[in-house]
């Protein structure tokens, strides 16, 4: 398939990830999100985005609370109600220590400057450090918690409210499934990691062992990498980038479970999760030439895990369940152009 025919393709099968902003469709909780500039990058750099290994990566750990303040005020792209969506950029922490600069610590500070007085934000919804994409807040603890429980019951019921978009190092056979493992977290050199847990125990359940679920669904494929769509059915820390590797085929940037899929005479197999410890992901030099990318900018590569969509409760109970979309990041794209991803 020739770049103008991918990229038709693209631009009409994802048109709601390249747009300007987030789109609310059928929302029970207001209309059609209106338009808003998106965070810029902390790059100085004005070249064309081709030029650029990872345009639009905002560094928020080079940023003050002011600084950061303004540019999640620049990421929010719906308030209806007291309801507010902003797009996440990708390493920003929603939670953390005492006296580090995540979501959560400065959400007191963005409540004022969206004029919302002593109405205070909380997060209902939010993708961890690593992802980019959809956090929805609520400024009303009653719509949160009438949210928390639609979420809660949609995963008893094993249907998926969030779809992410990743892109993979390999693509997954089949090229559509489940992935159903149990996961635990062990703590290694500093750093909490899920690790697989073969026929846990009750003792194991009791102990923190967690079984999770996951579909995935391949969109695209080109150059010997997959653009996935992912929806989690449980929630655990890392756990759809523990399901990718598990699949033998890593998400770009994911410097921590990578390192799990080795590769002998062509053919990838599992090291054991226990004793692996996570590195800088490593691309073969075809991959790399592809993405235009030094080996040492590897290390900079953002996770290319995006949460692209959330659905949420029609307003009535009667009513279906309204969505919320979000565009993915500049970096995201750039990718998709480099390896001409095309429809399988």
């Not at 998926?160 to 693509?171: E, L, N």
């Not at 697989?196 to 102990?207: H, M, N, T």
Request: charged share 20%; aromatic share 6%.
């Amino acid at each position: 398939m020739g770049p103008l025919r991918v990229w038709r393709w693209i631009s009409e099968t994802w048109r709601p990830w390249f747009g300007a902003g987030v789109r609310r469709r059928d929302a029970g909780f207001g209309t059609e999100a209106r338009s808003r500039p998106q965070p810029q990058a902390s790059s100085k750099s004005k070249g064309p985005v081709e030029d650029q290994p990872f345009p639009g990566l905002l560094r928020t750990e080079n940023l003050g609370v002011e600084e950061l303040v303004d540019v999640l005020k620049a990421a929010v792209v719906d308030q209806k109600g007291p309801l507010v969506t902003l797009s996440k950029p990708q390493g920003l922490p929603v939670t953390g220590r005492p006296g580090e600069l995540t979501l959560l610590s400065v959400l007191p500070q963005l409540s004022q400057a969206l004029g919302l007085g002593h109405r205070e934000l909380q997060v209902v919804r939010a993708p961890g450090k690593e992802a980019s994409g959809l956090v929805l807040l609520s400024s009303c603890p009653q719509t949160a918690s009438r949210l928390q429980k639609f979420f809660a019951h949609s995963r008893r019921s094993q249907r998926p409210t969030a779809t992410y978009c990743a892109i993979t190092d390999g693509i997954p056979e089949p090229s559509e499934g489940t992935v159903s493992v149990a996961l635990k977290l062990e703590r290694v050199d500093g750093i909490d990691l899920a690790v697989p847990v073969a026929s846990p125990s009750r003792k194991d359940i009791l102990e923190g062992v967690k079984k999770t679920l996951s579909h995935f669904h391949v969109m695209a494929t080109g150059c010997g990498c997959a653009l996935v769509q992912l929806q989690p059915l449980t929630v655990f820390p890392s756990q759809l980038q523990v399901h990718m590797a598990l699949q033998l085929c890593p998400v770009f940037g994911d410097h921590t479970y990578a390192a799990r899929v080795g590769t002998v005479l062509g053919q990838r197999f599992l090291w054991p999760a226990t004793t692996t410890k996570p590195q800088t992901q490593v691309l073969d030099e075809a991959l790399l030439k592809r993405l235009r990318l030094s080996p040492s900018q590897v290390a900079q590569m953002p996770l290319h895990l995006h949460l692209q969509r959330l659905l949420l409760p029609g307003t009535r109970s009667r009513d279906p369940p309204s969505e919320l979309l979000a565009p993915v990041p500049s970096y995201f794209s750039r990718t998709l152009q480099c390896l001409r991803l095309s429809q399988k």
